[in-house]
């Protein structure tokens, strides 16, 4: 089994997991969220989205958000960008990476942002050269890479195109998502290899969901191939909207334990991350969506 | 990625499941389990043990079990044996198989059946054989053999020694089992080449819990290696002991889910295999303790 010496991870929580919730969470608690986790170790953290509060009030505190997070040298804070008008939102509050995010899916992308592919990748073209300007790094997110819930399985050639429309506009790394969690290691990979014909090993990343319970084990199968870099959110924060009651996210904590395992580098203490997953489960009033913290809790609970 | 075409699952539910219910569940309930379990197309099901009723009342009713069961060809019936009064017991029931149970850990051994590994071996040696006698095939399991509750780390050396000793007394078949969930991919690829050194590939099962999340990608690295058996539970039944609130064996519906995915044959109708998982969990009024069941079950519901 050849993996990965290091692995990077990308935690999603205070972005795509908190914008699941119904009731805002106040901006303190997210910028102490963000300072745990990067006290943790985690070296980029998705933190807030600059879409209209009109579509996502979740994240209306988006600037507050950036404005009271102490830096910390080495860490990326990377923020959600739909359009020019967020575009110019985000550089106010000094991003490292902005995300922009597409669909393998038409239906998906009608549904989510709007708008067909090709018009969502007309108006990501001025966001990525706009950002590329002031030297801003931009991550595309492919969303639905292996199932839609509208239109079922996704074909990795689907992918594939997306992942070339991305690159001609200038994106310079994709995160290949399975956004509904309904993806099998084969499949998986699939689709990563559709990504992987436009853009080298070190510019993409995965991000899975555990709806399924598969989030690991497509993990493994990327790892295998080499791919070391994943999106994942502390506590397993973020639901699936589209299955009721089902997990969404996979837990940073559950990927952190398995690398650990594995004796794969992530730089994450995992003590502290659980903190900050009890942190803010404790201030959602559940309990952590992951089996690990959950053992572990359980563990120091004695 | 090169895996076995045709995987056989033994769901251990109606045993290692319903046997850490603390209210023992009617015989009724468990043979209509058993039922619909076959029906799903399980080609084993471990049934119950005949294990002392002081010691596990949860199994009291083993005869009554086995006598309800309408056996469906090409179907096999497992129970657990501890000892020659257990074997006589279980022999007048005509299980297909018996299952020994060791550890790997001599602390646990001591904490799970009162004596040591080599008394445990010097117990099962005249049970061995008097099933053998009988035509019925004897399984091994192992437990303990990553990590043990009151050791800690558990060498694979300690696990080859087991294997070793249990197949000096003829057991036929072993099951390597991480009893507590803290095994990943390459710690028990180590425990499975263990075990390998004195088993064919063919007789080795792996038997994982999913405590910290890791039981998928564990299976997955079985897999790899060419291990075709794997023991699961419908709906996650069973807890785990040594950590309160954790998740215990893994689902056989995850398990199912991504086989499917893999394009690797079960023989298993997911659907059904639903269905008797969520008898079993309304009877128990719970939630399936399975992401692959509550995604599916919220899809049923639309």
């Not at 020019?84 to 995010?101: N, Q, R, T, W, Y």
């Not at 706009?130 to 991550?139: M, N, P, W």
């Not at 899975?208 to 791919?227: R, S």
């Amino acid at each position: 089994m050849k993996l990965p010496t290091k692995v990077k991870l990308v935690d999603v929580g205070p972005r795509d997991g908190l914008q699941n919730e119904k009731e805002p969470v106040p901006a303190e608690v997210k910028i102490r969220l963000v300072h745990m986790l990067q006290d943790a170790g985690l070296k980029e953290i998705e933190v807030t989205s600059f879409v209209s509060p009109k579509w996502v009030p979740q994240m209306g505190d988006n600037a507050e958000v950036m404005a009271g997070i102490h830096r910390k040298p080495g860490v990326r804070y990377s923020v959600l960008v739909p359009n020019m008008k967020g575009l110019e939102a985000a550089l106010a509050s000094k991003p490292d990476e902005i995300v922009v995010f597409g669909a393998a899916s038409e239906a998906f992308s009608q549904k989510n942002i709007n708008c067909s592919i090709a018009e969502s990748i007309e108006r990501f073209a001025p966001v990525v050269e706009g950002a590329r300007a002031k030297g801003i790094y931009v991550r595309g997110a492919i969303s639905t890479t292996v199932g839609c819930p509208y239109e079922g399985d996704i074909a990795p050639s689907r992918v594939e195109l997306v992942a070339k429309l991305m690159k001609e506009i200038g994106v310079q790394h994709i995160g290949v998502a399975d956004t509904i969690g309904v993806g099998t290691p084969k499949k998986v990979q699939a689709a990563m290899e559709a990504a992987l014909k436009h853009y080298a090993i070190d510019d993409v990343s995965g991000h899975f969901h555990d709806t399924y319970g598969q989030a690991l084990v497509n993990t493994m199968a990327c790892l295998e191939m080499g791919i070391w870099q994943f999106d994942s959110s502390v506590a397993g924060l973020g639901g699936c909207p589209y299955a009721k009651g089902a997990t969404g996210n996979v837990a940073t904590e559950d990927v952190v334990y398995m690398l650990q395992g594995l004796g794969v580098d992530t730089g994450i203490d995992l003590d502290k991350l659980i903190d900050a997953g009890k942190y803010i489960s404790d201030f959602l009033q559940r309990k952590p969506n992951s089996r690990a913290a959950t053992a572990l809790l359980n563990k120091r609970a004695g």
